[in-house]
């Protein structure tokens, strides 16, 4: 009789234990970085190869998102491999990812008008308890040398970084562009050379979590990061260089050209319709309104079609396009009504920051139109958003304003400056008659006029939602303890240099200023509170960053029931600092109602975070002038 001695595959060592993360990591923490060691190889001009190890240690709840991965890909980027793993607190593992259990998805199959190849692995390794910690491996072949990997390791708050390190192999006949931001003090770039290639390391170790703070710049301008991007590149046959905006922009052009050709039947179209027109500018609005009412916007992310537009005779026949094919129709139907036009390139988005100008790289998402004109001798440039049904003529607002763009001309890119939009175009005037009763209770009429960045949200209401949704979203928004809202209207303003929106509220406020004995007391600023913010807790580490400079302006007045006479009226306040200034007084007019006045500018800029404890007590001001309080006194019995 024989026996067998069955032999099990032995259990893999424990790695990754949560006891392993230096305590100073752990505090104040959602999940820790253990490992993120990020490979990029440059082949050649033509194709890199990408490769991520990524490890993370999930300490509570608030920290689940770091449990699942995803990777992106498309024709031009391929996926080798993804792998993953995930492990107990004390570094045995509990699952490896099994290949049914990577998903994958289309960009637009959520819905919505695409035309792309651009798609998403992903997989989900959460846990129901945590502490646990994923690991995620995975390469991607790029044959799109455009773009290089971004290597920023603490992209999200409430993240610590253990380890982390990014090496570049390239050869020394493509030497590797990068830009180092936010590094800490002591981090420097090792570079070597072995044989024919070129190689650079950054690695980051212990950073503890990086906290979202008020009014602070967007946390990818805070956290360390190495920017790459190539000197030479080559996509799908097409060769050209980031060396410079004029090189880089020569490119675009170039990929571009020739594919401007209207049918026609279309150029015969546009010479009616601006036969007439007095001058260029005329010509260009009448083209513009025609290009509104006569096209549609699709996504196209096919291939080289993320940069490479369809002919402008495809849009004449279709009536559809992305951002690209769309300015560059209008470019032509322009071209047509004898006004010259560019092209731009543009880092899009309310959000997003402008462009890296000492940087040359495609830092874009969109494509817009620059119109040169001329008035009395000067130059008047036109700009115009060609994906848009609604967007008012010549603006651009807070998607692609204040900012730099890539202006593609036949001698290579230029970069130049969109329309900047300041305090004196982003305004909110709001006129308020409120109407007392003698038991406490109050009716209004509120009239608020937004223009320029101040409307381009209402602007959105008015033209994406009906009035019923659009009554329930500013509803919702009122910041009135009880109130009946009783006549609601949003309109356009009649057109004029910037668009605007008028919003018309009508309103019961119930128990609105319940006399207490003989007096009354108002705080007559209904709806423009500014809140004081939070108190800094620990020391300040970001600047103090104002995104949107804009001025509020209000006036208030209040009618008073029969019986009632104007007491005390709060003091004038008057603020004059580096972030803004603000005013508001009241008097009592010759009628008898008071008046209110409030007048608040915001300044946009960056000021070093020492200034932070300045703005603090700007806002605490302006919070408490805004709750100031007028008393009425009943001089009937």
């Known amino acids: 009789m024989s026996s067998f001695l069955l032999l099990r595959p032995a259990a893999p060592e424990p790695k990754y234990a949560v006891s392993d993360i230096p305590a100073a990591l752990r505090e104040g923490t959602h999940a820790v970085l253990r490992a993120d060691d990020e490979v990029v190889t440059v082949k050649s001009a033509s194709r890199l190869v990408h490769t991520v190890h990524r490890v993370i240690t999930v300490l509570d709840p608030a920290g689940d998102d770091f449990g699942r991965h995803s990777v992106g890909y498309d024709a031009l980027n391929t996926i080798t491999y993804l792998r993953g793993a995930v492990y107990d607190a004390n570094g045995r593992q509990l699952h490896q990812l099994r290949a049914a ?58 993240l610590a970084v253990q380890a982390a390190s990014l090496r570049v192999s390239t050869p020394a006949t493509l030497p590797l562009r990068y830009q180092e931001r936010q590094l800490p003090a002591g981090t420097a770039v090792a570079h070597t050379t072995a044989g024919s290639q070129e190689v650079y390391q950054w690695q980051l170790a ?21 920017v790459l991007a190539p000197g030479t590149f080559e996509v799908q046959g097409h060769k050209g260089t980031c060396a410079s905006w004029q090189s880089l922009g020569q490119w675009s052009y170039e990929l571009n050209a020739g594919r401007d050709q209207l049918p026609p039947a279309t150029v015969a179209k546009v010479a009616a319709l601006v036969k007439d027109a007095p001058d260029a500018r005329t010509r260009v609005q009448r083209v513009y309104e ?23 005779s495809a849009v004449a026949s279709s009536g559809y396009g992305d951002c690209k094919a769309l300015s560059n129709y209008t470019k032509a139907l322009l071209a047509a009504a004898g006004v010259p036009a560019y092209m731009a390139l543009v880092g899009a988005g309310s959000d997003r920051g402008d462009l890296r100008v000492d940087f040359p790289s495609s830092q874009f998402n969109h494509a817009i139109l620059c119109v040169p004109l001329a008035k009395g001798g000067r130059p008047d440039t036109l700009w115009l958003e060609c994906t848009s049904q609604t967007e008012a003529f010549g603006y651009m607002g807070s998607f692609t304003g204040n900012r730099h763009a890539l202006l593609l001309t036949p001698d290579g890119g230029k970069l130049v400056a ?93 128990g609105f200023a319940v006399p207490s004995g003989k007096r009354v007391f108002i705080s007559p600023n209904l709806l423009s509170r500014l809140p004081a913010l ?49 005013a508001s007084h009241y008097i009592s007019l010759p009628d008898g109602t008071v008046q209110y006045i409030r007048r608040l500018e915001l300044k946009r800029g960056q000021l070093p975070r020492t200034a932070y404890a300045g703005y603090l007590d700007f806002r605490r001001k302006i919070s408490t002038a805004d709750k100031a309080q007028v008393v009425l006194l009943k001089t009937e019995s």
């Open 101 to 158: 259990e990577i998903h994958d998805q289309g960009q637009g199959d959520a819905g919505g008008s695409f035309m792309t190849d651009v798609r998403v692995r992903y997989a989900d390794l959460r846990q129901p308890q945590t502490p646990y910690t994923v690991e995620f491996d995975y390469e991607i072949v790029s044959d799109n040398t455009l773009f290089y990997p971004e290597w920023q390791p603490q992209e999200e708050e409430g």
């Open 206 to 226: 212990n950073l503890p979590a990086a906290d979202e703070e008020d009014a602070a710049p967007p946390l990818a301008d805070l956290t360390p990061a190495v």
């Open 290 to 312: 025609m290009l509104q009412g006569s096209t549609r916007y699709i996504s196209v992310q096919l291939g080289l079609g993320g940069w490479q537009t369809f002919p402008a």
């Open 418 to 510: 969109t329309p900047r939009y300041g305090a004196a175009e982003n305004r909110r005037e709001r006129r308020i008659d409120l109407f007392l009763d003698a038991v406490g209770g109050a009716t209004a009429t509120a009239r608020t006029l937004r223009t320029g960045q101040e409307q381009d949200f209402y602007a959105q209401l008015l033209h994406e939602l009906g009035p019923a949704e659009q009554k329930k979203y500013v509803t919702d928004r009122l910041q009135l303890p009880t109130f009946t809202l009783t006549k609601f209207n949003l309109a356009a303003k009649p057109a004029g240099r910037l668009p605007g929106v008028v919003e018309t509220l009508g309103l019961t406020l119930p």
């Open 534 to 582: 939070p108190a800094q807790i620990g020391e300040r580490q970001a600047a103090v960053w104002l995104p949107r400079a804009s001025l509020h302006a209000d006036t208030v007045r209040l009618h008073l029931p029969a019986g009632f006479r104007a007491e005390t009226l709060p003091a004038a306040v008057q603020l004059s600092t580096a972030y803004g200034t603000y």
